[in-house]
């Protein structure tokens, strides 16, 4: 019944074709255009609240639902400038459904009946989708589980976790998958937060109230989950939620910076139920992919650099996030001051901008920040001085640098000037016990851990 009351309300399909081709002219090349959508029927709805579009046959169906439908659909919902829903269905079902009446019922021939409308809203902000998650075979197998993991209602791979390092993309394939799932489910169903976000939801008064909100949810996403190391309270109230949701089959995805091994101050059964889902780490765009990033929202943005400046772009900025800002800066520039940005401005607005990526650890950044955590010097930890504060500032250092860089006690001994294996045993031996004995060590380790990973 529904295929014919949208056959009298919708508007003529050759030109809605006509003006959809014309906007996908600018990011699809004329050959590809004629390979996947030229064949395709498109109508619009009175109103244009939904969209339908009718395959050729099913097998060209499978193909487009595999290879164009997640760029169909964000280019569409840039066309329409506003939510809608989405309707697809061959033509030999719209055929089927005629010749018995009306009723739709075209699964009685052997054939596959319409799919269920899909909504095409993008709540979780239209920028983040696969289809402009930019990537290569590297971070092949990291995205299509993504996918997977979308559009699948039986929670196969649960938790999805999604580890990488700063800039890497894991928040931009967290919201593609939040709206993803939004297609297909209500926005209530779907809550979506950060660490920080979980914590302040978590800390009020009532923490009963605060979890039955978070479970009444269907799926949970939470991004920069590395933020709750170390909160032993928060994260057993996680592995609460944590139960509940695996038990009832409702998906959860989790992204964090490094390996879930890394984490020093993870609680043993956080652990365990994190490690026993699916795991995928995320590598840093290589320079085939920051090229491609750039060229792409050089295009959608119509600012015009040249090839060298664009290489130049990808050679010096090596994430998404820092390659986001200079691009956003270069914007800025040309709306700003109204003028094309020539070879010296280009120049000059690089110049100006400092890329700060996460740092590399090493023994001489842990050494350097405790050290001006105490207020003490490089040279007198590094010596023989036996006085109070020294030594401790000494075993702090050791402790953090067996933690967080994972040396063995003879090369923390080299390190540390040459001392016997046995002093670093016994100094991240005494580290350990004040940590667990007093609150306020185990802060300050906290906070000297996160100083150290911050860029200087």
Known sequence: MFIHKLDRHCEASPAVKKALREHLSASCSEQELKRWFDPLEIELSEGGQEV??????????????????????????RFQGRACDIRYVTAAVRRGARQNGG???????????????????????????????LTNSKNYFPLETARQVARSDGAQFNPFVICGKSGSGKSHLLKAIANEIAKTHTVEDIIVTTGEGLRAMLSGPDILAAREHVCRHRFLLVDDIH?????????????????????????MVFTCQ?????WEELLPTLRSRLEGGLVVGLKQPDMEVRVALIQERVR?????????????????????????????KLLAFRELVRRDISARDFEQILSNTEERDQPQITVDVVIDTVCQ????????????????????????????????????????????????????????????????????????????????????
Request: aromatic share 12%; with cysteine; proline share 3%.
């Open 52 to 77: 339908r579009v009718t395959f050729p046959h099913s097998y060209f169906a499978q193909w487009f639902a595999g290879r164009m439908q997640d760029r169909f659909e964000a280019e569409l919902f």
């Open 258 to 262: 490094d390996r879930i091994g890394a």
């Open 103 to 133: 009723n739709g019922d075209a699964s009685k021939n052997g054939l596959d009946g319409p799919r269920t409308a899909r909504k095409l809203a993008f709540p979780f902000d239209a920028q983040y989708s696969f289809e402009s998650f």
């Open 227 to 251: 933020w709750l190391a170390g909160d032993e309270r928060l994260q057993q109230e996680l592995l609460v939620i944590f139960n509940q949701f695996q038990d009832a089959r409702r998906q």
């Open 373 to 456: 955590h105490y207020q003490v010097s490089k040279k007198d930890v590094l010596g023989e001085d036996r006085r109070q504060n020294i030594a401790l500032a000494r075993q702090v250092a050791m402790y953090l640098c067996r933690h967080m860089l994972g040396l063995s006690y003879p090369a923390l001994g080299r390190s540390f000037g040459g001392k016997d294996h046995s002093t670093v045993i016994y100094s991240v031996k005494k580290i350990h016990e004040l940590q667990e004995d007093a609150k306020e060590m185990k802060q300050v380790l906290k906070d000297l851990k996160l100083r150290c990973r911050q860029p200087v």
């Open 300 to 328: 959608a943005k119509k600012l015009p650099l040249s090839k060298e400046q664009v290489l130049t772009l990808a050679q010096r900025f090596q994430n998404f996030r820092a390659l986001g800002g200079i691009l956003i």
